[in-house]
């Protein structure tokens, strides 16, 4: 089955084009239909903005430099406007972090929905009037018809979200992707929000990409999970075995240093160091400086190691080293 | 909608503006065209109060015994014409060019910005005055050349709110839904610098009625006998000891515009201004609308 989105060898520089600040280093990346793709990492990893960039939404200044993004087929990288547009909103959805600040305060819901509609298909926007109640529906608004002539300021941070994923599902399109689409929301409605996202995927059969740094987040909602590091793609694969068994040292650092509710464990463990910035990227593995296990070869550019299924960055992945506990599956139950 | 109490800040000026436009465009009409007329024989008149008033000029007559009433309002149609006219030009080109420099950025901002800058340095009235001398100063020229001399402040008030607006997360998700520049500009953008802009045109309307009475007050406005409140004033200066009422009622007019149309843009300023800072007019406007 062809990916639904499928990112290859993507690099993302910014600022001037003779020296310029290397963003994103060679993601690959693909995401089937009926599958939810969950690409974590710390904040400046280059999740965001491989996203936005895909789509050409990334802003002034941010240019792929390398690479292919295509969404059904479809080239986007070095496409012209009047295919980007198609495909925005026509094959990608987006749902963006802030629920709030993504709708027009000046315009009505209902109005807005419609105009992913209009944008589209064509037509007046009244002319769309009940797909839009039933797309409100459809993300569980309740009251549809009357929330649809409600102001962004009069919804709860839970029903503006849906708002604007009913956007983003207007035009049925076949990739959804979702930039930190809970972060803004309170725990209980977090939930509720990826129940919906859920329901658009799975039952519908679409693919979504969701960026977030809640690797509770992607146990709960996603198939499979992609690890970013310094602009890389450090390690990928099913949920289940990345969980149980993490390849990469940063991985298991990220699993070890979740909150868990367990009896025994009083202090929580951090990694040590912080992750490099954007421009001062080590030659080799860009992990070594923090890695416990960081031996001479680190220096290197690590190698790709396949697995079953998935495939990480490292020298010495654990496989290597059966000495090593792996997390124990059972933690994940936070 | 809660019915709010009327706003006398707000509305007080505009209904004076109102009487003093319609005053104006439709004074002179109903006073008959014997205003206009020269009698030599009442020649600086008092207005009708003091002793030797002529009956039917209640303000006095001019050096010429033409009617002060008669002559203020219709020197106010040509001020009025060329204030308003003007900037509205300039709130027009304004709202383009800060669009455009706002929205594209890059070059086509350094280049509009640049040329502001530049334009601001020049001094305008000198200008003025050296293209007035080369092309006449029919009215579509001087609101031609006025226009010119207040594009730069609707300019950056736009740029300024547009680079604000077009990185909200709505306009990047209606882009994101597919939305075209012209869309994003016209359905997201343009809404929110109109009320700057509405405020911006207030003041400068102010400045521009005061610009076209000191070019006519030069001798370069509109050319004498069309008469507009600067020109009368220029015309009335020798007699000030004498005959105070031809100086006193245009400039009471000028005085009037200018405070009435500044209240105007205050209010409106006032009005709009909301907690986030939706009107970033308030540093903007600091600097002077037109040398």
Redesign the interface.
Known sequence: MTAALQIENLWIEAGPVDDPLVLVRGVDLSVEPGTVVGLVGESGSGKTVTCMSA?G?A??GVRITRGSVRAQGTELVGAD?ATM??????VV??V???PL??????QRIGDQVA??LV??RGGRRRAHRERVVTLLARVGIPAPEQRARAYPHELSGGLRQRV?IA??L??DPAVLVADEPTTALDVTVQAQVLDVIRAATRDEGRAALIVTHDLGLVAEVADRVAVMYAGEIVEEGAVGSVFAAPQHPYTRGLLASRPLLAPGRRRLSAMAGRPPLPGAWPGGCAFAARCPDAQTACAEPPPVRRGDDGWSRCWYPPTDDPGRDPVEPQERAG | MRRRRLDLRLWAPLGVLLVVVVACFAGPGLLGPEGAQQALGERLAPPAWLSGAVDGKPLGTDAFGRDMLSRTLEGGRVSLQVGFGAATGAVVIGLVLGLVAGYR??WWDRAIMTVADVWLAFPFLVIALAAVAVVGSDIPVLVALLTLGGWVLPTRVTRTIVQRVR????V?????????DL?LVR??VL??VLPANLVVWSFTVGALVVIEGALSFLGLGVKPPTPSWGNIISDGTPFLETAWWVVAWPALMIVVTVMCANALGTALRRRWQTGSGVLDTSTALDTRVAP
């Open positions: 789509l939404l802003g002034a406007e547009r198609r495909v925005r909103g026509g959805g987006t963006f972090q802030d600040s993504a709708l027009n305060p000046l105009e992913a944008l589209h604007a956007m983003a207007a035009n | 950025g890059g990185s909200e997360d709505y990047v998700a209606a882009a994101g839904a597919g939305a075209s869309y359905r997201h809404p929110q």
